[in-house]
Structure formats: structure tokens, C-alpha cells
């Protein structure tokens, strides 16, 4: 199993351009999710999916848009790029959505380098 | 919100001291995770702590969630220059019913080690 996908790996885009950074998984995991990492401000959520052709919002989902139409793979559209999106991206899959009690880790791909100039 | 503030933001370590990192939530956590990002790589899933006063060990790591569920720890016996990396803690909350867990990460802190 490859895991968690994701390309590219770096990015280079200017003030609003579009592109969508891809995500793909091979677990046959029911949830995905997208998160932004900035120095000193962890891991914040984005856009989550608890199965194919359900989505919701997170913490930061201003400026960015996902779709589910499949269980293997979770896109992330940048409409108008800004400066403020420069970051790193993660996707990461689960095997279950997050509920009570104990629930399945988060699986992470290794992560999108973007720069907004 | 919730919030997920984690303390301290960076330790440097001589290699065979102790290290430890503390999160705290404003609320009552269903449960605890720990992840561990290496330079440049990815977060890594460590462990998951569920019940009140929970410890749990993995060789020189040892993790605590508190009795009240709103705080955890992350202890390292003697660090290694493996270690090296940030922490991450991630609390879940969740209000039941059919709707689904928020995952709340905390800041994180960056350990160096020193040899």
C-alpha cells in the first residue's frame, strides 16, 4: 500500500492564480481531511470528508474548496491564491471519522510546500 | 472554541536529559492523541489516550491524560538525538449523538537534541 498520496510536492503560484493540490489514499479510509501547518500555529483543519460525496468545513476554509466524489481521493482547490496561503499542506486519512471513545489515527502523506508570491 | 494550547513552544536538550511537553484544553477532551513530525516529514501517529488518568508507555516515552481529561503530557527518559522532531498533541471533542469527533491540534513543540 502507497498510503496517503499527495502531489505536487512544491509549488510555486502567483497572487490569484488557481490550482488544486491532489490527494489520494489506497486504505479505503471512510474520512479525509485537509490541514494548513504555519510556524507556531500547529496543525489547523481546512476541509474534512467523512465519505464520498460528503465534505464540511474546519477551522480555515476560507479561500479553499474540496469534492469527494470517490472514497480514494480528496483534491483541495486553491480559487485565488494569496500570500496568506503560502504554508505547508497535509492531507491525512483515517480509517473511521473521529466520535467518542477511541478512534482511528490519522494518517498523514507527506505534505504540499506551497508559495503564494 | 476549543482551543489546544501546548507548552513549550521549543526545548533544546543535551542528548540523555529528560524532556517534557504539556497540553491543556479549554474543554473536556473525549480522548488524546500524540504525533511526532521528524524534520521535513510528515506527523506520525504515537498513541492515543482514552480514559481518565490514563498512562501509557512506549520505552522512553511516557504519556498522562489527566484526570479531568483536559490535560496530557508527553515524557521522554534520557533523549537520544533520534527524538529530535516536533510533538504534536491533538485533542477530540464530541457532543454525541450522530455527529462527528472535532479534532483540535495543539501547537506543538519543536525538540532539539544536542550531542
Known amino acids: 500500500n502507497a498510503g496517503v498520496t499527495q502531489t505536487p510536492k512544491f509549488q510555486v503560484l502567483k497572487t490569484g492564480q488557481s490550482m488544486t493540490l491532489q490527494c489520494a489514499q489506497d486504505?479505503?479510509?471512510?474520512?479525509m481531511s485537509w490541514y494548513r501547518q504555519d510556524p507556531g500555529m500547529g496543525l489547523r483543519l481546512i476541509h474534512y470528508?467523512?465519505?464520498?460525496?460528503?465534505?464540511d468545513q474546519g477551522e480555515v476554509p476560507n479561500g479553499y474548496n474540496v469534492s469527494r466524489s470517490t472514497t480514494e481521493d480528496f483534491p483541495l482547490r486553491l480559487l485565488s491564491a494569496a500570500p496568506s496561503q503560502t504554508s505547508v499542506y497535509f492531507c491525512?486519512?483515517?480509517?473511521?471519522?473521529?466520535?467518542?471513545?477511541?478512534?482511528?489515527?490519522?494518517?498523514f502523506g507527506n505534505g504540499t510546500r506551497l508559495t503564494v508570491t | 472554541g476549543q482551543q489546544v494550547m501546548q507548552i513549550p513552544q521549543y526545548q533544546h536538550v543535551q542528548e540523555g536529559e529528560d524532556f517534557t511537553t504539556y497540553c491543556n484544553s479549554s474543554?473536556?477532551?473525549?480522548?488524546i492523541q500524540w504525533y511526532k513530525q521528524r524534520p521535513g516529514g510528515h506527523p506520525v501517529f504515537l498513541i492515543q489516550?482514552?480514559?481518565?488518568?490514563e498512562v501509557k508507555k512506549q520505552k522512553r516515552l511516557t504519556f498522562q491524560f489527566g484526570e479531568a481529561k483536559k490535560n496530557s503530557s508527553l515524557h521522554i527518559t534520557a533523549t537520544q538525538t533520534t527524538d529530535v522532531g516536533t510533538y504534536f498533541c491533538?485533542?477530540?471533542?464530541?457532543?454525541?449523538?450522530?455527529?462527528?469527533?472535532?479534532?483540535?491540534f495543539g501547537q506543538g513543540t519543536i525538540l532539539t537534541v544536542h550531542p
Open positions: 491525512a486519512s483515517s480509517y473511521s471519522a473521529p466520535r467518542g471513545g477511541s478512534n482511528s489515527p490519522l494518517h
Open positions: 486504505m479505503n479510509h471512510e474520512y
Open positions: 470528508s467523512v465519505g464520498a460525496g460528503i465534505t
Open positions: 474543554t473536556t477532551l473525549s480522548n
Open positions: 489516550l482514552v480514559k481518565s488518568g
Open positions: 491533538a485533542g477530540l471533542t464530541y457532543a454525541g449523538g450522530t455527529s462527528y469527533g472535532k479534532l483540535t
